[in-house]
């Protein structure tokens, strides 16, 4: 797809914040795909529903009406703040590592990038792998687990292994480097040599 760049990569790699400034740089729109994921946890936390009952997190995930920017809402609830919270780090993996869940997930995200007017900057875990392995560039962002640990305040290094540990190896779409993906070390580097990194390979392949 010429019109979106997927950018994946683990917790703390920088990809919220690069993709939002490659976003902005380029006048496109951009997709946190992490922050749908949260939502669905912070929801099914408020709502009592079992995030390790799949066809209720399913049901929950195929039916309710989600947005990440400005703010991130869920059916009506703006969860910006929840959805960092400690209840809902420890329970994402859990919901994000559920295959009807992700299914619901990816036929939204698709969906939505068909809706953007110009281009779109979307990044997660399987963007590059799954949802759009047509992407015009593909990234993969990754730094060292102390540096990553230490842009997540609200993560420790115990708890942002954990969370690559079962993000990498969970059966349905695992966490992994697309074999064409631009490899970016984020680590110490300044986040407009990165963006300008991205947008001068998205000028090549254009």
């Known amino acids: 797809m010429d019109h979106v760049i997927a950018i ?9 914040t690069v993709a939002r400034a490659v976003a902005d740089q380029l006048g496109w ?4 795909t992490g922050a749908m994921y949260r939502a669905i946890t912070a929801l099914a ?3 009592n529903v079992d995030v390790h009952d799949h066809d209720a997190m399913a049901a929950l ?8 920017v400005p703010a991130t809402v869920i059916d009506g609830i703006d969860v910006s703040d929840e959805i960092r919270s400690a209840p809902v780090n420890d329970a994402v993996s859990v919901v994000a590592s559920q295959p009807l869940v992700r299914a619901a997930m990816v036929r939204r995200q698709q969906e939505w990038a068909k809706r953007q007017p110009r281009g779109t900057v979307v990044e997660g875990r399987d963007i ?7 992407a015009v560039v593909k990234v993969y962002l ?14 420790d290094v115990t708890s942002v292994s954990r969370r690559d540990q079962i993000d990498s190896n969970r059966p349905s779409s695992p966490l992994r480097q697309a074999d064409d993906a631009l490899y970016i ?4 580097r300044a986040i407009a040599s990165v963006v300008e990194e991205i947008v001068t390979c998205l ?3 254009s």
């Open 8 to 16: 994946d990569g683990p917790a703390g790699s920088g990809k919220s």
């Open 29 to 32: 729109s951009f997709l946190d």
């Open 45 to 47: 936390l408020r709502t």
């Open 61 to 68: 995930a195929s039916g309710v009406v989600i947005e990440t």
């Open 128 to 134: 590059t792998t799954v949802v759009f392995p047509n």
């Open 142 to 155: 990754t730094a060292s687990l102390e540096e990553r640990s230490r842009r997540r305040v609200d993560e």
């Open 185 to 188: 070390d984020t680590t110490g």
């Open 203 to 205: 000028n090549q392949r």
